[in-house]
């Protein structure tokens, strides 16, 4: 009986067919679970968790390009306006480019409509094509997120390497050569210990040059990934993308030889078959990897501009996608008209505030500046930070979360929810008024107009001073090009600062035993306080209640503090 038909020769053929079978089975129940998730998540608040590590990577790209160019929303605005909650709810990325170029997107406000011309087209064409925007997605899902690094972290450590030289893996080639040569030709017993010599010095240099360049394979890699990822979105041809088709055509043939035979460059026994050793031993000895290596780190030299390219525009396609799907989670939003020219002027209909679950709209059409008074609690800081979101949506995503905005372009900044800086031994007076400065000098310079929010100016000093100084920082953003909203408590600036400021403010309806507010928005200063029966609510001591409402009575009167 020959081994064909033995038992133990099926039993192999049986197990090769069951392994075949699982392993195919595990890739069709893995595509069809990333398609089922791809097609849930569209149009919904994205889930995804962040370590710590990982969502300060995501913000090197935006942080390297503002660096460069000194735009951007910086970081005060950014905080007081939760931006980073925005972003987490909207990023529905499937790999490190589409989610690193949406942060960037967000932080950039365009002051121009081209850009943002093409970022609405875009989310149109992705909201109006499930099948082919499905189709794209599945392959950023294969390009994946980076570990350790940003992506765009590994690109920059490419594109600004030097290759190395190839003189010490050709002189350990020849030199195994000619030992088999020896071997073979000349005498076998020298021709031995040549191949032995031969060998032992071709691994003691890979090793020793390996360990120099070996982390930036994976540099490496992600150039190949991101270039593989591009041809396959290229040769889905479809209608609608023809521009970035062609665009991601001509990048690719940019980077054919860095792509080519880059297998080569697999180090370590991945999957520990017999090949992979096989292959891993060949490397060693002739140092294949390390030549393509070198090859591939001068072409990328000579091609940096490509590379940010490549990374920029498979970027944008998936940040588009995000906004698409984040448009459609919305309960209602516009596309914002955003006006050329320097007049201050801000129309808003029905905004809200997209983190919140069940938002009060609010409406206002101002050319002036606007001050915002109002009991604690009533509304003022959240209807700033509507304003603001509505801005910054507006000429990053060319999305609105209301029913409709009018604006110019702006440059954007705020001062709200400060803290003392401990480390820099900083009381929260002096962040505040550092804080007030980097708007004042804004406003000093050309340019758009500055759009600019205050939320209890000065609150960290006494009140004689914080009135005088606030009052006259208010009134010296008047005269510049700059459209301010300021929320306070001092419903004595209502009264200083009537002739520059449109006065706005929220109310409350308080009982003895609850206090409500409605959130909305009236026209002109508030005219109530709620603090001194917020503590009788809560069940604060009479004699407190009594003592309090007694001082501010007095105040009120006759403008001094009873003693």
């Not at 508030?526 to 001194?532: D, G, H, L, P, V």
Request: aromatic fraction near 10%; proline fraction near 2%.
């Amino acid at each position: 009986m020959t081994f064909l038909n033995s038992a133990p020769f099926w039993l192999i053929v049986c197990f090769l067919v069951i392994a075949v079978y699982v392993s195919a089975d595990g890739k069709r129940k893995h595509r069809a679970k990333v398609l089922k998730q791809l097609k849930s998540s569209f149009g919904k608040p994205s889930g995804r968790r962040y370590g710590e590590d990982e969502y300060e990577r995501l913000t090197h790209y935006y942080r390297e390009c503002a660096e460069q160019s000194g735009e951007g929303i910086d970081d005060i605005t950014w905080n007081d306006l939760n931006m980073d909650d925005i972003f987490k709810q909207m990023n529905i990325a499937n790999s490190s480019a589409g989610q690193e170029y949406l942060y960037r997107l967000l932080r950039t406000p365009a002051e121009s409509p081209d850009r943002l011309r093409e970022i609405d087209s875009l989310a149109e064409y992705f909201a109006a094509h499930e099948k082919e925007r499905i189709a794209l997605q599945q392959e950023f899902v294969k390009l994946g997120f980076v570990k350790y690094l940003s992506l765009s972290d590994y690109i920059g450590l490419m594109v600004g390497m030097e290759p190395g030289g190839n003189g010490v893996h050709i002189a350990a080639l020849i030199a195994l050569a000619a030992a088999f040569v020896v071997c073979f030709a000349v005498n076998p017993v020298i021709g031995i210990g040549l191949i032995v010599a031969a060998v032992t010095f071709s691994i003691l240099t890979y090793y020793k040059m390996k360990a120099k360049v070996e982390h930036y394979f994976v540099c490496i890699a992600q150039i190949v990934r991101m270039t593989a990822a591009a041809q396959a979105i290229a040769q889905q041809k479809n209608a609608g993308l023809e521009e970035y088709n062609k665009k991601l055509e001509e990048l690719c043939k940019k980077f054919q030889s860095v792509t080519k035979n880059a297998w080569l460059l697999e180090s370590g026994n991945v999957n520990g078959s017999l090949s992979e050793m096989a292959m891993e031993y060949m490397r060693m000895l002739t140092h294949v990897d390390l030549m393509k290596f070198n090859s591939m780190v001068r072409h990328i030299g000579n091609c940096q501009a490509e590379v940010y390219e490549l990374f920029d525009t498979l970027g944008l396609l998936e940040a588009c996608i995000s906004v698409a799907s984040y448009r459609q989670m919305l309960p209602y939003w516009s596309k914002p008209q955003l006006l050329t020219g320097s007049r201050r002027k801000l129309v808003i209909e029905e905004g809200y505030h997209p983190l919140i679950e069940k938002p009060v709209a609010n409406s206002m059409h101002t050319e002036k500046n606007v001050l915002l008074t109002g009991s604690n609690a009533s509304g003022k800081s959240t209807f700033l930070r509507t304003i603001a979101v509505n801005a910054v949506l507006s000429q990053t995503i060319f999305t609105s979360v209301s029913k409709n905005y009018q604006a110019p372009y702006f440059r954007i900044y705020s001062s709200m929810s400060l803290k003392d800086d401990l480390g820099g031994k900083n009381s929260y007076y002096i962040v505040e008024i550092k804080a007030l400065k980097r708007i004042l000098t804004a406003a000093e310079q050309t340019g758009c107009p500055v759009l600019c929010f205050v939320d209890e100016v000065l609150r960290g000093t006494n009140t004689v001073e914080r009135i005088a100084a606030s009052s006259e920082i208010l009134k010296y953003l008047k005269d510049k090009n700059v459209l301010c909203f300021a929320a306070t408590h001092d419903i004595e600036l209502t009264a200083i600062l009537s002739g520059c400021y449109d006065n706005y403010h929220f109310q409350e309806e308080v009982t003895d035993s609850d206090v409500s507010f409605n959130f909305k928005l009236f026209k002109g200063p508030a005219t109530t306080r709620n603090a001194i029966k917020l503590l009788k609510m809560i069940g604060y001591d009479a004699s407190i209640i009594k003592g309090a409402e007694c001082q501010a009575g007095y105040f009120i009167e006759n403008g001094v503090w009873k003693i």
